[in-house]
Structures are given as structure tokens and as C-alpha cells.
């Protein structure tokens, strides 16, 4: 397995369990692991290393302990923190471009990303759920948008995704009470993909569809799930498919030795030995 230069941070624990595969804990048990400035930044940075690292090609996102994956932003000591710190930097201050928890709108993120819940998942932990790939939650886990409660609303992505992930009528009961709905629930909708029991690891859980993901061309699957982002965010699908193929992700997939790896493996009857993605030559806008 190849070794990597991590990001430092003091609010997260960063580690590879499987290859190709970065696995982020919030570290912040006694606040839920809520985010503070600092640590949404962390998020940030985290997530702009995972993408450009070739080497990783899956990120999984959990919580420390088993009582939250997230709830939300820390208003008490973010409250304290924007006080006393207005400008815009890497360590605080204001929200990152990137979203909550460095993805919630991210709508040029590559990687998959995994969501393993275990706990509350509240406010922006219910947005990054929304924004992620898949989603594996505990029986226990409690999903809910309750911004409005506090005179705040969802504004990093959540209200966007979630009404049209969910029926209209449902998205607005949701957001527009503010109240918590739990784990099967939340599979009934669609927003969870596996409801595990309480006594489960659920990173392990998320660790299986990860091996899954690994095991394809990491070219395929980061340009399938451009593709996806695209198709959400085009009205029309022949517009979507056109720029989506257009890209320099596609260009790099069509040049890469992935696809010939995979059909040359289809042909002899073996499995294929996918190794990291091309490199990507930028020499079109973003199309995102």
C-alpha cells in the first residue's frame, strides 16, 4: 500500500484502512462532532488533498464514537470564534467554497464519497449525508434540518439537494418543521442505502462498498460520477451527456490504459489490475 503525506489537522483523524481508500473521522465527541470554523476548513483542505492524490480513490466520512456522525455547525463556539474573527482564511472565519464538512457543495467533487452514520446527523451533517455517494446508517441515527428553529436556514447545499432527492411535500415537511426523522425513515426516502443494527460497525459497512468501488477503474468511476453531478445540475439530458463527454476527465479516460486494462481482462477471463487514474490535462472551462 502506498504512503502518504496526510494533511495535518487537529480535528480529525485521518487514516488509509484500505488501499485507495481515506477514511476521515471528525474528531469532536463532546460537541457531537459538531464543526467550528476550524474544523469546516479542515473538512476543506482534507478534501482538496483526497482529490488531487491520485493514489486515493474513495473517501469515506464517520464521526468519533457512537453517539453522532454530526450535528451540524458548533453555534456556540462558532459563534465565538466569527465574533472575534470576521475576515475570510484557512483556519476560520467564514464557511469554505466547498460547503459544510468541505463537500456539501462541492459540485466538482470526483470521488466517491461514503457516508457512515452512526448517531445524530443534524443540520449540515444531514447536508453532507445528502451530498454524499452512498450512505450507511445505525438504527439509531437521527437525520433532521432544524436550522429554521434557530433563525437559520440549510445554506450549503441541503435545501437544493434534498428536494430533488425527496417529493416536494415531503422536502418542505422536512425543512420546514425542522424536525428529526430516523434511520429507516430516512432508507425509505432514499437518502439512506443500508440501515445497519445498532450493534454494527458501521465502517466496516461502509469499507464493503468501498472494496466494491476500488476493485473498478478509478477513471470510470470518478468520470460516471462527474456524470451524475452533471446530470443534476443540466435540465436537459442531452445537454449533460454532450458536455459530460467533452470534459477533460473524459479525454483523460478515453487516453488512459484503465479502459484497455479492463477490456484486455473481459476478453482473457481474469480480473482486471486497475492502476491509478490518468492525468487529468485541464484545457477546458469548468463545466460544473
Known amino acids: 500500500m502506498a504512503t502518504y503525506q496526510l494533511p ?4 480529525l483523524l485521518l487514516t488509509v484502512p484500505e488501499p485507495h481508500v481515506l477514511l476521515i473521522t471528525i474528531n469532536r465527541p ?6 467550528n470554523p476550524e474544523s469546516n476548513w479542515e473538512m476543506h483542505n482534507v478534501f482538496e488533498w483526497a482529490e488531487a492524490e491520485v493514489d486515493i480513490w474513495c473517501v469515506i466520512v464517520t464521526g468519533q464514537g457512537d453517539k453522532a456522525f454530526c450535528a451540524g455547525f458548533d453555534l456556540v463556539t462558532g459563534h465565538h470564534q466569527r465574533d472575534e474573527n470576521k475576515a475570510k482564511n484557512s483556519v476560520g472565519g467564514e464557511s469554505p467554497p466547498s460547503g459544510f464538512g468541505g ?9 466517491p464519497v461514503i457516508s457512515a ?3 445524530y446527523s443534524l443540520g449540515g451533517g444531514t447536508e453532507m449525508c445528502l451530498a454524499s455517494d452512498i450512505v450507511v446508517a445505525t438504527q439509531r441515527s437521527k437525520f433532521g434540518l432544524p436550522e429554521v428553529k434557530q ?3 440549510a445554506a450549503s447545499g441541503g435545501l437544493a439537494r434534498i428536494v430533488r432527492s425527496l417529493p ?6 422536512l425543512v420546514l418543521t425542522g424536525r428529526f426523522f430516523d434511520a429507516q425513515e430516512a432508507y425509505s426516502y432514499g437518502m439512506v442505502n443500508k440501515v445497519i443494527p ?13 472494496r466494491i468501488i476500488t476493485k473498478n477503474s478509478p477513471d470510470a468511476v470518478m468520470l460516471t460520477k462527474q456524470g451524475l453531478l452533471l446530470a443534476l445540475e443540466r435540465d436537459s439530458i442531452t445537454t449533460a451527456t454532450k458536455e459530460w463527454l467533452e470534459t477533460d476527465e473524459a479525454d483523460a479516460w478515453r ?6 486494462i479492463g477490456l484486455r481482462a473481459f476478453a482473457t477471463k481474469q480480473k482486471p489490475q486497475y492502476q491509478n487514474p490518468a492525468p487529468i490535462v485541464k484545457k477546458n472551462s469548468s463545466r460544473l
Open 30 to 35: 463532546k460537541n457531537f462532532n459538531s464543526l
Open 8 to 11: 495535518k489537522v487537529n480535528n
Open 103 to 111: 463537500f456539501s457543495n462541492r459540485n466538482q467533487a470526483r470521488k
Open 255 to 260: 487516453k488512459g490504459e484503465n479502459m484497455t
Open 198 to 210: 445498532n450493534d454494527a460497525n458501521v465502517v466496516e459497512a461502509a469499507l464493503e462498498y468501498a
Open 151 to 153: 433563525g437559520l436556514t
Open 117 to 119: 452514520v452512526n448517531g
Open 168 to 173: 416536494y411535500q415531503v422536502a418542505a415537511e
